[in-house]
């Protein structure tokens, strides 16, 4: 089974700091997926990167997806209380199948 | 209105018993999905149908059988509950786009299966 490693596991950080997750592996994916769960709740698609190299911004969120579509990124800039959650990457292989990452959880304090 | 919905959303059962659990969208997608989210967080694809046909059977025991009587209904029955079985199942739905596999999955919010 391949694997999807993120770190950290758990962050907590101060509202305003920055973070980094990083979602590692050693496959290729035709693409892949960034995820928000919120307790008691589904995860929640973020952003899709398709082509090596890509960056995606959706507000303070940068996503990155490696030149090898092995590993990825996301980098928050001045994290808020309502970014605290578990982010989850996803690898996309074959026909929608999604290969989840280990996850990290934010917590973000005010 | 909610666009995967499962039920129930708590399961408390024995060990031994058989329990379903049903899955239902309303966003009109082709593409139904269960999964297993164990207690660390690890979310795993069990099974995944298309337009009623199966697509995806991962290596899952055969005492968890899925049931799809239209696209629009996607459900789980779990034979002899094991302690194991013990987790949060998540049904999601995506629409069909030939050639592109990476569509956005929909999530319903789980149902949280206890085994005593």
């Given at each position: 089974?391949?694997?999807?490693?993120?770190?950290?596991q758990f962050l907590s950080i101060q509202e305003g700091e920055n973070l980094t997750v990083y979602c590692n592996s050693s496959s290729v994916f035709?693409?892949?997926?960034?995820y928000r769960q919120?307790?008691?709740?589904?995860?929640?698609?973020?952003?899709?990167?398709?082509?090596?190299?890509?960056?995606k911004k959706l507000k303070r969120l940068t996503f990155q997806f490696g030149d090898a579509r092995?590993?990825?990124?996301?980098?928050?800039?001045?994290?808020q209380t309502g970014d605290t959650g578990l982010y989850l990457?996803?690898?996309?292989?074959?026909?929608?199948?999604?290969?989840?990452?280990?996850?990290?959880?934010?917590?973000?304090?005010p | 209105?909610?666009?995967?919905?499962?039920?129930?959303?708590?399961?408390?059962?024995?060990?031994?018993?058989?329990k379903s659990i049903k899955c239902e969208q309303n966003l009109g997608h082709d593409t139904m999905y269960w999964y297993k989210q164990d207690s660390k967080k690890f979310l795993k694809i069990m099974f995944s149908y298309n337009n009623k046909?199966?697509?995806i059977n991962e290596t899952v025991p055969?005492?968890?059988?899925?049931?799809?009587?239209?696209?629009?209904?996607?459900?789980?029955?779990?034979?002899?509950?094991?302690?194991?079985?013990?987790a949060v199942y998540f049904c999601a739905s995506s629409p069909y786009r030939s050639g592109a596999g990476n569509q956005p999955q929909h999530f319903g919010d789980g149902t949280r299966l206890s085994i005593l």
């Open positions: 089974t391949q694997l999807l490693e993120q770190s950290p035709s693409s892949l997926q960034w919120e307790p008691g709740e589904g995860p929640v698609l973020l952003v899709t990167v398709v082509t090596g190299g890509e960056v092995k590993d990825s990124s996301l980098h928050i800039t001045a994290a990457c996803a690898g996309v292989q074959g026909f929608q199948k999604l290969v989840f990452g280990t996850g990290t959880r934010l917590l973000v304090s | 209105d909610t666009a995967v919905s499962q039920t129930p959303k708590y399961l408390v059962t024995q060990m031994g018993n058989d046909e199966l697509i055969n005492r968890f059988s899925p049931k799809s009587p239209d696209k629009a209904h996607l459900n789980l029955h779990i034979n002899s509950l094991e302690l194991g079985d013990s």
